[in-house]
């Protein structure tokens, strides 16, 4: 009996990992798809209008996923990590990408409006990775360590370990 409870354990903690690793990594492709890629891109856009386009799908995204206030950390919560900012500072972004619309794609203004903003945009962090820990890795990563330490208990009480 206490070798079939181990051999149930053993089976239900391989059988999440397998599950909370596949999660991670197919949700950590989603999340850097629809937010940190469209970062990156925006930031090499050849011209206001492509990167308009990428910073109002970024808006778009964040909003879709709720990625627009909470913070990229369980613990150590501060303004670099906060969403809310990243997301005011995205629509920032766009008004000033509207802003400059009007301008001659061939004057100096337009020049240096548009660098300027790409260095705003390289400053954006890359949230995916700490959005999708604070959203479901820590709970993954508490049920997976519970599930490993009952499979060693129950382990180390059946006839296999003795």
Not at 35 to 54: F, K, N, T
Not at 62 to 76: C, D, N, P, Q, S
Not at 110 to 130: F, K, S, T
Request: charged share 20%; net charge neutral; glycine share 6%.
């Amino acid at each position: 009996m206490r070798n079939a409870i181990f051999g149930v354990f053993l089976t239900v903690a391989i059988m999440f990992t397998v599950f909370a690793v596949v999660f991670l990594i197919v949700v950590g492709y989603q999340l850097d798809r629809d937010i940190d890629s469209l970062i990156d891109r925006s930031q090499v856009a050849a011209d206001r209008g492509d990167m308009l386009g990428y910073m109002e799908q970024l808006k778009a995204n964040m909003e879709a996923r709720g990625i627009i206030k909470g913070h990229t950390a369980l613990v150590f919560k501060n303004p670099r990590n906060d969403m809310a900012l990243h997301y005011k500072a995205v629509n920032r972004v766009i008004e000033r990408l509207d802003s400059i619309k009007d301008m001659p794609r061939n004057s100096t203004q337009y020049q240096v409006a548009l660098d300027d903003i790409r260095g705003v945009i390289r400053e954006l962090p890359n949230p995916a990775i700490g959005w999708l820990w604070v959203t479901y890795g820590w709970w993954l990563l508490l049920i997976g360590t519970v599930l490993w330490i009952l499979t060693g208990i129950t382990f180390f009480t059946s006839d296999y370990y003795y």
